[in-house]
């Protein structure tokens, strides 16, 4: 159990379009969903936490108006990076964890997609 | 604020030796802590956890770690090196009074090579 999809796996796009990256959790409900970015060889870098039916929690530094999270329903959270540019090429990966309330809950990664911009 | 380190970007085992990736946390209080594999352009896969009691932890592919408190640290163990381990480890914590709410700090990376 505990599986989560991401869609699409890569995608190419041309500067100034906007793409949407799609976060399933396809076995349980995902209350919180959180999207990261990651550059090559670095680490992950957390961009945003999401609750279902409320606005993401950005981290600093992170537009929010260029990286679009939504989280309309407990098993999807997407993101949308508008007006892409070279340099928001990148892996994003995002996770799922069943609960928001204070205690633990295990966080569990999709696959990650693979954005360049050309 | 919590913070991960992983002193080593890169480590060298040759296959059947023993391999140990370190890790140090810092948190205010208690720490969630986490290991997982990324093989290339994949997500993560978890590893392990440590959340209380037993401070050896065993998980997944013969993996363990053990959580010392009084170092702060949380290294990745295996008693034989396989070539297939071969991949980007990252050391994850947590801070059980974190307020904000299962908000991972990860460690920056540490690629294990296991030659054979």
């Known amino acids: 159990g505990a599986v989560v999809s991401q869609h699409p796996s890569r995608v190419i796009c041309k500067s100034g379009t906007s793409v949407k990256i799609e976060c399933r959790s396809l076995?349980?409900?995902?209350?919180?969903m959180f999207w990261y970015r990651q550059f090559p060889k670095q680490s992950l870098m957390l961009m945003a936490t999401?609750?279902?039916?409320?606005?993401?929690?950005?981290e600093q530094g992170v537009e929010k108006d260029k990286f679009l999270i939504n989280h309309a329903s407990l098993t999807l959270s997407t993101l949308t990076v508008t007006s892409a540019h070279p340099e928001d090429s990148s892996f994003y990966i995002c996770?799922?964890?069943?609960?928001?309330?204070?205690?633990?809950?295990?966080?569990?990664f999709g696959p990650g997609t693979r954005l360049t911009v050309l | 604020a919590q913070s991960v380190a992983q002193p080593e970007d890169q480590v060298n085992v040759a296959e059947g030796n023993p391999l140990t990736v370190k890790c140090t946390y810092s948190?205010?209080?208690?720490?969630?802590l986490f290991w997982y594999v990324q093989y290339p352009n994949r997500g993560l896969q978890f590893l392990l956890k440590?959340?209380?009691?037993?401070?050896l932890v065993k998980g997944s592919y013969g993996f363990e770690a053990e959580f010392n408190k009084s170092q702060t640290s949380f290294h990745l163990k295996k008693p034989s090196a396989l070539v297939s381990d071969s991949a980007l480890y990252f050391c994850?914590?947590?801070?059980?009074?974190?307020?904000?709410?299962?908000?991972?700090?990860f460690g920056g990376g540490t690629r294990l090579m296991v030659k054979p």
């Open positions: 996770s799922a964890s069943r609960s928001r309330v204070r205690s633990y809950n295990e966080q569990f």
């Open positions: 076995d349980f409900q995902a209350t919180t």
């Open positions: 999401s609750n279902e039916g409320s606005k993401a929690t950005y």
């Open positions: 948190v205010s209080g208690n720490p969630y």
């Open positions: 440590y959340i209380t009691g037993d401070n």
């Open positions: 994850a914590v947590r801070d059980v009074e974190d307020n904000a709410g299962n908000m991972l700090t």
